[in-house]
């Protein structure tokens, strides 16, 4: 079974601070994404992955950044967090583009809190 | 740009009510659907997709969801829902834009009364 891990469930930093997300994943997949998730806004792409050292932006990339150095890992980066960041954010894998019809595995999440 | 959009954002139902969740997406090349369901306290996960063939796809728990290629849809239903169906439910769609993005949908709340 597919594993996705986040490293924290729960953060609270400060704003101004830069705050590092990370995701590992224990089944070789290419793809690797971060989405933030808001009530009645659903889930919004944030940065993708489709192999090491490759990143795309999703349709919310400001403030963040991303990071793949490895494959199993995809890391998020606020450079400076902002209360507007206070969110849930949820990493996600899939296979590649050879298995087009892939669905995501969803890691538990970490709610971040910027006061 | 590609879009998911979900018609309910909250259904409150009683046990043994039909169920049926609006969705449509708007892109015009293949793309592939996917419903997704978060129970309280749980992380997303697969509930059933189409990518092809049939356009009438089960899932897990008895739902199903049909493809209707004309009208961009792609609704959920199930005949009967139980109070452990009590979920918030993400309809999402994947095209190829790069690395086969996914876009979800604003989702929907669903709250079965005993």
């Known amino acids: 079974d597919v594993k996705v891990t986040q490293s924290s469930r729960y953060l609270v930093k400060r704003t101004g601070e830069k705050v590092f997300l990370e995701c590992v994943q224990d089944m070789d997949h290419e793809n690797m994404f971060w989405y933030r998730q808001d009530p009645g806004l659903g889930l919004r792409l944030i940065y993708f992955?489709?192999?090491?050292?490759?990143?795309e932006k999703g349709d919310i990339p400001e403030g963040y950044s991303v990071s793949r150095e490895k494959k199993e890992r995809f890391s998020l980066i606020l450079e400076s967090a902002s209360t507007n960041q206070t969110s849930m954010y949820l990493c996600a894998s899939s296979l590649g583009d050879r298995a087009e019809n892939s669905p995501l595995h969803f890691g538990n999440g970490t709610r971040l809190t910027v006061t | 740009a590609q879009s998911v959009s979900q018609h309910n954002h909250h259904v409150i139902l009683s046990e043994a009510a039909s169920l049926e969740l609006g969705c449509n997406y708007s892109y015009g090349g293949t793309v592939n659907l996917f419903w997704y369901v978060q129970y309280p306290g749980q992380h997303l996960q697969l509930l059933l997709k189409y990518f092809s063939g049939d356009p009438l796809v089960k899932g897990i728990k008895g739902f199903e969801a049909e493809f209707i290629k004309s009208k961009f849809s792609f609704n959920l239903r199930k005949p009967s829902v139980q109070w452990s169906d009590t979920a918030e439910y993400f309809c999402?769609?994947?095209?190829?834009?790069?690395?086969?993005?996914?876009?979800f949908g604003a989702g929907t709340r669903l709250f079965v009364k005993a």
């Open positions: 992955s489709y192999d090491v050292k490759m990143k």
């Open positions: 999402a769609a994947r095209a190829y834009t790069g690395g086969f993005k996914t876009i």
